[in-house]
């Protein structure tokens, strides 16, 4: 089993803007939801947003809503999440992980979630 790369967290002032990228060698067509988790520095891993294997279905958590926006390139096997107007709370490890029910992915089962990448750091900071 290959597991998603995820890459383009830095370290960014309030408001500004970064696109996370997540890779995975070889998309499979069980999957039906790739998905991106954050975890914030003493606190449990939580759901940001899903996309369907079709592109046609989308979630975000309210937190985020307005502010990211997820899409995909099958052909890339790529999922990107574009992080506009950034606040000190979106701070954490970003990770990518698959599912093979589209609400595995939007009720953050992390036992039902596969192919984890090891994440990428999203710093939001004056």
């Known amino acids: 089993q290959s597991n998603f790369v995820e890459s383009g967290g830095g370290l960014v002032q309030p408001g500004g803007s970064l696109r996370l990228s997540c890779v995975l060698s070889e998309f499979t067509f069980e999957y039906d939801a790739i998905g991106w988790f954050r975890q914030a520095p003493g606190k449990e891993r939580e759901g940001v947003s899903c996309?369907?294997?079709?592109?046609?279905?989308?979630w975000y958590a309210d937190s985020v809503k307005g502010r990211l926006t997820i899409s995909r390139d099958n052909a890339k096997n790529t999922v990107y999440l574009q992080m506009n107007s950034l606040k000190p709370e979106d701070t954490g490890t970003y990770y990518c992980?698959?599912?093979?029910?589209?609400?595995?992915?939007?009720?953050?089962?992390?036992?039902?979630?596969?192919?984890w990448g090891k994440g990428t750091l999203v710093t939001v900071s004056s």
């Open positions: 992980a698959a599912s093979r029910a589209f609400s595995h992915c939007v009720l953050s089962e992390d036992y039902e979630m596969e192919s």
């Open positions: 996309i369907s294997s079709s592109a046609g279905r989308t």
